[in-house]
């Protein structure tokens, strides 16, 4: 199974970016997708996840981020507006087989590679 991110750049503070994650060998929709990023010296942090039943974002982005899933295209999306400094990280997609979706990156089974955000105030 493979998770390809992509996406990320250099944007400034106010900006919007919209990253994807392309899977191979896996169906998206026969598992829940989640977004984690991982700031230097910070742990990694659930952002958004996509189950089944519908969708687990974190408080800090709530109302900024929204995620979506193409099964068609085997692709889910992360379009990220209103992007702050604090939104600096290397962000992952990663595969649950929990359906209902969670934002515990410990059951998580795939990981995708990364892709790095990185906003100017």
């Known amino acids: 199974f493979q998770l390809q991110a992509s996406g990320g750049g250099l944007v400034q503070a106010g900006g919007s970016l919209r990253l994807s994650c392309a899977a191979s060998?896996?169906?998206?929709?026969?598992?829940?997708i989640g977004w984690f990023r991982q700031a230097p010296g910070k742990e990694r942090e659930g952002v958004s996840c996509i189950g089944r039943s519908g969708v687990t974002t974190a408080d800090s982005v709530k109302g900024r981020f929204t995620i979506s899933r193409d099964n068609a295209k085997n692709t889910v999306y992360l379009q990220m507006n209103s992007l702050k400094p604090e939104d600096t990280a290397i962000y992952y997609c990663?595969?649950?087989?929990?359906?209902?979706?969670?934002?515990?990156?410990?059951?998580?089974?795939?990981w995708g590679q990364g892709t790095l955000v990185t906003v100017s105030s």
């Open positions: 060998g896996l169906i998206v929709d026969y598992y829940a």
């Open positions: 990663a595969a649950t087989p929990v359906l209902l979706g969670t934002l515990r990156a410990d059951l998580h089974d795939y």
